[in-house]
């Protein structure tokens, strides 16, 4: 039973025996957005709390207008960090813990915030939702998308699924696309393990139309994604490439339309399981995004579709020794699509309505073709019911403040086509002690729709009910001069959270609602900044149980009980800046299969201490050239069982506009 039990854990975590390829196996914001909390932001300090503006109730507000827990990375740090991908630079956030990141270019990438599990985070692009429904938990492939032509990033903590809807159970990560830009900017990357990169983005303003073009291509030798003990591994290496079209145009008094076009598209080598080299098992992948929205006066209309095609193929020209087949081909699509419009409506000085309705519409095609020596085995065809799921939503929030006292009230009803109905909540309070402090409390509901792979594959279950959420954290802020200071605490709830359930008869496995998640830690920040000098540094602190029929045990599967990041950056003279990452990352405890005992085992993973340096020069006013020694220290580090960590490297980049 206990190996049912690990099982079940590691896949409603987003662990695998095969972590690669995991879901091969049923194992709106202003530019000038800003958090002042955030302690990765170099942007320009506000003199007050009453300054500073976030985006998180859907459109621009004022922080002292809030209670909710924001950080945000800023365009300043995104390019202080050139030559890190978009899971490395989310590492340094606190309370976020990007499993992968670390590892071989193309693997699978599980993002963990406050020790929540990988599908418990909605990720957003410039507020649209990013969702694949051909993968188990709906989530997107993470190595589809790059910083090229990502301008900040919004990080806002609990549960959000009032505004947001389905997957927003322990956070939102919106990423925001650049704009407002002119001319022509040019990043050029170049550096060890045979990685170059060439972004370009182009401009213009004409009238009253705003069009901007960008491009990217990304390509590593990389190394072997698989740690072998003895003999000279295969390097596995990475090629990614983007292309973006965005139009805009100001129509006056009828209000702004914009529409944009983006396609990724990725190719990758991947190695068959933990400590097993395979030199002709590959991966690809290709996105294509069409997104458009309208705002006139306070009302603001949204429409998008998102394709994403996966393919993953092991060949019979090498099959490793413990290959169950010798030929594999894996082909899954989603297609995502949606529509949402809502209204803010100030209703007096100091009180604003939000009200909003959503719908989505989600589709996969999927098959699996393996041949062993037991003969040839395709996975069965989907009915179109069975592939195919709508969710609905309609929501309205109230906000208000009076002198130093204000609060968030919300509701949102959900009807999904499986299921039926859900209902969640939302209440945020605060206390703004004066314009430097703050006291805040929140308590949020949330959901997660079963993904159509758990409803409707071989594994499947139609029974299903959403994962239900509930959070409830404390906070304060402080600032004092040059220092920033936040603490919060928080615990997270789950309950009928969905797990892979082992049988003794056919399909030998189905996903149930059976268990429950408790997890609750302390996030400190504190920073300090002057013209010359920036140190920031963050504390997180996890204590997870899941408990399913039979028993209670740890669920921060990969997941550090302490971790903590430091920062620092100095400017030396008028063209030179360096800067210090460290990161702290604790024990934590993995499972994998063992192929010579036919069992789950854990394996403990020891903690260690990730070192980058960079260094930065000013050339002229629009060219900087800029190196990033990446794991200084050249730890030898393991994020997941059987699989290596990146090794010390070094990146130089150049930068500039024309």
């Keep these: 039973m206990l190996n049912v039990v690990v099982i079940a854990a590691a896949l409603w975590s987003g662990s695998s025996q095969y972590p690669v390829v995991s879901s091969q196996y049923p194992v709106d914001s202003s530019p000038e957005v800003s958090s002042l909390y955030s302690p990765l932001s170099t942007l320009k300090r506000d003199s007050t709390l009453a300054d500073v503006t976030i985006s998180a109730p859907k459109y621009p507000e004022k922080l002292a207008r809030s209670g909710k827990v924001v950080s945000v990375i800023s365009a300043e740090m995104i390019q202080a960090n050139q030559g890190k991908s978009l899971g490395e630079l989310l590492q340094q956030s606190v309370g976020v813990a990007v499993v992968g990141a670390r590892s071989a270019p193309g693997t699978n990438q599980e993002i963990y915030v406050r020790g929540a599990n990988t599908g418990h985070v909605l990720l957003l692009m410039d507020g649209f939702p990013l969702n694949d429904p051909s993968h ?15 301008e900040r990033i919004e990080i806002l903590k609990g549960g959000q699924s009032t505004l947001y809807g389905s997957d927003a159970m322990a956070a939102v990560i ?18 060890g393990l045979g990685t170059h990169q060439e972004q370009l983005s182009w401009s213009t303003t004409q009238g009253n139309n705003q069009l901007q073009i960008q491009a990217q291509n990304y390509a590593t030798d990389g190394f072997s994604s698989a740690k072998i003990a003895q003999g000279k591994a295969e390097a596995d290496g990475f090629k990614q490439q983007s292309w973006g079209l965005k139009w805009g145009r100001d129509m006056g008094k009828l209000g702004n339309l914009n529409f944009s076009y983006a396609t990724q598209l990725y190719q990758g080598n991947l190695d068959n399981g933990p400590f097993v080299d395979d030199r002709d098992y590959t991966s690809k992948a290709v996105s294509h995004s069409f997104r458009a929205q309208y705002q006139v006066n306070n009302w603001t209309v949204r429409a998008f579709q998102d394709l994403i095609h996966r393919e993953f193929r092991n060949d019979s020209m090498d099959v490793a020794a413990n290959a169950w087949s010798k030929f594999s081909l894996s082909s899954y699509a989603g297609l995502n699509q949606g529509l949402e419009a809502f209204v803010k409506i100030p209703v007096k000085e100091n009180a604003t309505l939000l009200i909003g309705s959503e719908y989505r519409r989600q589709k996969t095609e999927q098959s699996d073709l393996s041949i062993s020596d037991y003969g040839p085995y395709a996975s069965p065809d989907l009915t179109e019911k069975q592939k195919t799921q709508q969710i609905g939503g309609t929501y309205a929030t109230w906000q208000q403040s009076w002198g130093k006292l204000g609060y968030e009230v919300g509701a949102r009803w959900n009807s999904q086509s499986t299921f039926g109905n859900y209902f969640t909540y939302n209440l945020n309070p605060y206390w703004a002690i004066s314009q430097t402090a703050k006291l805040f409390g929140n308590y949020y509901t949330s959901f997660k729709t079963p993904s159509i792979y758990q409803l409707a594959s071989p594994y499947g279950n139609l029974d299903l009910q959403p994962e239900q959420g509930k959070t409830i954290e404390f906070g304060a802020e402080k600032k004092m001069k040059s220092w920033k200071l936040r603490v919060v605490a928080f615990e997270n709830q789950v309950n009928q959270g969905i797990v892979f359930q082992a049988m003794d008869i056919e399909p ?23 013209s010359k000098f920036q140190a920031d540094f963050n504390y997180t602190y996890l204590k997870g149980e899941m408990t399913d029929r039979d028993s209670t045990y740890s669920s921060l599967i990969r997941r550090p009980t302490n971790a903590w990041n430091l920062y620092l950056q100095a400017k030396l003279a008028n063209k030179w800046t360096v800067g210090l990452t460290n990161q702290f990352v604790g024990q934590r405890t993995d499972y994998f299969y063992d192929e010579s005992t036919y069992s789950v085992q854990p394996n403990p993973m020891s903690a260690y201490v990730w070192t980058d340096i960079s260094v930065h020069y000013q050339l002229n006013s629009k060219w900087k050239i800029s190196a990033l020694l990446k794991n200084a220290l050249n730890q030898e580090i393991t994020e997941i069982t059987g699989y290596s960590g990146q090794p010390r490297n070094l990146q130089i980049s150049l930068v500039g506009n024309l």
């Design 136 to 150: 188990i938990s709906s989530v997107m492939d993470w190595n589809l998308i790059s910083l090229a032509n990502i």
């Design 174 to 191: 919106n990423l925001v696309t650049k704009k407002n830009a002119k001319g022509l900017n040019v990043v050029l990357q170049g550096g």
């Design 508 to 530: 030998f496995g189905k996903y149930q609602n059976i268990s429950q998640q408790h997890t609750r830690g302390i996030e400190f920040e504190i920073s300090y900044q002057t």
